[in-house]
Each structure stands twice: as structure tokens, then as C-alpha cells.
């Protein structure tokens, strides 16, 4: 039998940082539950009051929740906000059964939805969690209140250079602080220069992902998302070329708006979270008067 200490081990690593992580930068007033799904145990974090439809975000692989940390309380300050842990990934929840593909992570997302007891949701994905947004806007339509996707997948393939930019910063979180940091700027991801959550992102390496890569949504796909969306690319993206995203989005996605952030890449959540957060506050918010 294989010895599973290591695994033990790395798991427990994980989560003493992730613990400390959550006690200094999570605000304190959020309402964490586990809603149970055909998939596993889902963790979510609520903020937030009142009636308004709330804000779902979603992160993309690899990373928890406690990727919006910057996020949240601006969000929480104009309607409630719900911050989903995938299963698969790491952090709180936990998976039982694989997902096979996108109709499966959109029942995912609707199970803990009705679990929540919420009906419709402005959905805010980057990276993995923005495809997982746009195939649930796909089956579910009546579920999406507005997307708006911050240098999501799904708009096609994951090429060589996206995988090999993966492995380089990777590597690159284990060189010395000076190293890492210096290394930021020609790889375009300020993750590198965040030395307060670089512990959590070497503790990952821990866990095992087995998700399937996110599969590219068809012309016929997007033009049958209704609900309104907002797509803001890097200029520089390692996934995308920008133009070519924003051009398809364009001429698509019958109520998209995609904008080209010039100075990011696919570390874009990570730039001026507080410009973003209001963005996306003043998105949801006009939704309100364009009913389908």
C-alpha cells in the first residue's frame, strides 16, 4: 500500500496557511457553509444583506475563494455576494465524483445554487471560473442575471504557450523572494510579487487536480448566451490572442461588451481589484434596466 503521509502532510501544510490567510485578509462578518451536491461537499462564503440578486464568484483552477479577498467587501457593499469553492480544487470543499464535462460543472453550480435557495445570480468568473460561468449561462439561462468573465476560458483552446507560462511561474514561485519577484515582470503575473500569498500558491502543489481542460464554447454556443456580459481580456493574455476574443465576443454574443485591458494579462483579477470590483458593481447594476 502506498505510503499517503506525504499527501497527509502537504494537505495540512495547505490549510495551516490557507487558515492564517482567511483569519488576516477574509472579512470576519462572512457566513461559511457546506452545501452537499451530487459532486461533493461545496464550501461557500456569504456577504453581504438584502434582496438584491446576488454576485456568485467563482475563481479559476488552482486557486480558492480567498483569490477575491480584495474584492468582497466592495462587492458586499452594493448587494449580497456568495464565494463558491469548486470541488476539485484547493481548498474546503471536497470531491466525490468527477466532472466530465461542462453540462456537469454547470449542474454542479445549480445544485449548490438551489441548495442556497437562490434562483438567479450575477455570475463573476476569471480563468477556469469564468467557462464554468459561461456554461452554466448556456444550459441555465434563466439562472444568469449578467456574466461578467475576467479573462475567461472557454473561448478556445488552451495552447502550448498558456501550459508552458503555467509551468514557468510555477517554477518560478519556488526561487528565492528576490528571484520570484524580479521574474514578475517578464512573465506578466504580479502573483509573483505578492509575497503574503505565495505560501498558499506553493502549498497547491499539494493537492491533485484531475479537471478536464475547459472546452471551447462554438459561434452557435455564444450566440445563444442572453444574459448580459461583460468580457475584459489582457492585452498581453497568455490564453488569447485580445483582439481576436474581443472581436468574437463582438460579433457573438448578442449582449456582450468585451474591453481590452491593456497593461494585463491573464493575471488581470490581481490588477487595481478595486477599479475591477467597481466595474462589475455598476455592470450588475444596469442589468436592472435592460430585461431580456
Known amino acids: 500500500m502506498a505510503d499517503c503521509r506525504p499527501r497527509v502532510l502537504a494537505i495540512r501544510s495547505f490549510f495551516a496557511v490557507y487558515d492564517d490567510l482567511v483569519d488576516r485578509l477574509w472579512p ?13 461537499t461545496t464550501r461557500v462564503h456569504r456577504l453581504g444583506s438584502g434582496d438584491e440578486t446576488p454576485f456568485v464568484l467563482l475563481p479559476g483552477s488552482g486557486g480558492p475563494s480567498l483569490m ?7 462587492l458586499a457593499a452594493s448587494r449580497p455576494v456568495i464565494a463558491i469553492d469548486p470541488v476539485g480544487e484547493p481548498g474546503p470543499s471536497v470531491q466525490t465524483r468527477a466532472i466530465d464535462n461542462g453540462d456537469e460543472w454547470s449542474l454542479w453550480l445549480d445544485e449548490v445554487l438551489t441548495g442556497l ?55 518560478a514561485s519556488f526561487a528565492p523572494r528576490p528571484v520570484r519577484r524580479a521574474l514578475a515582470r517578464p512573465l506578466r503575473n504580479l502573483a509573483l ?18 479537471h478536464i ?29 485580445a483582439g481576436e476574443i474581443a ?38 447594476a444596469a442589468t ?3 430585461p431580456r
Open 213 to 241: 481542460m475547459p472546452t471551447p464554447l462554438t459561434d452557435d454556443d455564444l450566440e445563444r448566451i442572453t444574459a448580459p456580459t461583460l468580457v475584459l481580456v489582457g492585452g498581453h493574455s497568455q490564453l488569447y490572442d
Open 68 to 74: 477575491w479577498h480584495a474584492y468582497v467587501g466592495r
Open 28 to 40: 470576519s462578518s462572512s457566513v461559511d457553509s457546506d452545501v452537499v451536491t451530487s459532486f461533493g
Open 247 to 284: 472581436a468574437v465576443v463582438t460579433a457573438r454574443m448578442p449582449r456582450a461588451v468585451a474591453e481590452i485591458i491593456p497593461e494585463a494579462s491573464h493575471d488581470l483579477v490581481l490588477r487595481h481589484p478595486d477599479e475591477l470590483a467597481a466595474r462589475i458593481v455598476t455592470f450588475a
Open 117 to 171: 435557495d437562490v434562483g438567479q445570480a450575477h455570475l463573476v468568473g476569471t480563468s477556469y471560473g469564468g467557462w464554468i460561468a459561461l456554461r452554466h449561462a448556456l444550459r441555465s439561462p434563466d439562472a444568469v442575471a449578467s456574466l461578467t468573465l475576467l479573462d475567461p476560458g472557454g473561448f478556445g483552446k488552451v495552447s502550448p504557450t498558456f501550459v508552458a507560462w503555467i509551468i514557468a511561474c510555477g517554477l
Open 288 to 290: 436592472r434596466a435592460c
Open 193 to 210: 510579487r505578492d509575497d503574503e500569498a505565495m505560501p498558499l500558491v506553493k502549498a497547491t502543489f499539494g493537492f491533485r487536480r484531475k
